[in-house]
C-alpha cells in the first residue's frame, strides 16, 4: 500500500511539472514571437539602425536564458534559433531586406514548432 502511494504521487507530480513546463515554453515562446513580429515590421521598413539593435536585444535575452531552456528544449531548436538570429544580424549589417525578413521568419517557425512539440496534446504522443 506504501508503495502505490508513492508511485500515485511521483505520477501526479510528473503530470503536474509536464504542464508547468508546458505553459513555461508557451510563454517563453510567445514572447520571442512578439519581439520577432516587432522586429519584423522595423526591417520591413528600413530602420537599420533600430532593426539591428531589435535583434542584439533579443540575441542577449535568449542568451541569457539559455542555462535554463537547454535542460527542458531539445537543443537543436535552440541552435537553430541562434543561427538564424545571426543571420540576420548580418543580413541587417548588409542592408538586405529580404534576407533579414526571411531569416525572422525561419525563426518565428522554429519558434512555433518548439510550442508545438512541448504541448500536452495527443498529436506528438504516437
Known sequence: MKSTII????VVLFIFFGIYIDNKVE???MEYIDDIEATY??????DW???DKMVDNLSKKLETQRNLWLKVLNHQYYD????EL???KNAIYCENKIRA???LEKTKSILLNIIDDEKCNLNYIF
Open 41 to 46: 515590421y522595423v526591417v520591413h521598413d528600413g
Open 27 to 29: 510563454s517563453f515562446g
Open 86 to 88: 545571426n543571420l540576420v
Open 101 to 103: 525578413l526571411e531569416g
Open 7 to 10: 508511485s500515485l504521487t511521483w
Open 49 to 51: 539602425s533600430k532593426s
Open 80 to 83: 537553430d534559433i541562434q543561427l
